[in-house]
């Protein structure tokens, strides 16, 4: 089992910057390969970004590339997403999530997931 917490949400301004943080518990972190998802009302979730275990495998969502960092940090047991130039379109609630084994885009693929943090930006 994995227990994972989002942090790091709030609101901003159009074009500002926020850096979400999921912090992990249970079993061995570097284990897992971690992604960020995203819900906005009335939407489907989505593949925001994905990291190996290990950091040196990573995928962006076409519609957040060169602007969203994903990053991790095994020795502290957390994710980070560093999110830049943010839209309004990014206002969402957003997850982490964790899987054993290879890296992958779909949430289905994902066994454990956090509860999520509200990002919201005004325009």
């Known amino acids: 089992q994995v227990q994972l917490v989002e942090s790091g949400g709030g609101l901003v301004q159009a074009g500002g910057s926020l850096r979400l943080s999921c912090a992990a518990s249970?079993?061995?972190?570097?284990?897992?390969?971690m992604g960020w998802f995203r819900q906005a009302p009335g939407k489907e979730r989505e593949s925001v970004a994905a990291?190996?275990?290990?950091?040196?495998?990573?995928y962006y969502a076409d519609s957040v590339k060169g602007r969203f960092t994903i990053s991790r940090d095994n020795a502290k047991n957390t994710m980070y997403l560093q999110m830049n130039s943010l839209k309004p379109e990014d206002t969402a609630v957003y997850y982490c999530?964790?899987?054993?084994?290879?890296?992958?885009?779909?949430?289905?693929?994902?066994?454990?997931w956090g509860q999520g943090t509200q990002v919201t930006v005004s325009s």
């Open positions: 999530a964790a899987k054993a084994g290879a890296v992958k885009t779909g949430a289905k693929e994902y066994d454990y």
């Open positions: 249970g079993r061995t972190f570097n284990w897992y390969a």
């Open positions: 990291i190996s275990w290990s950091g040196g495998i990573t």
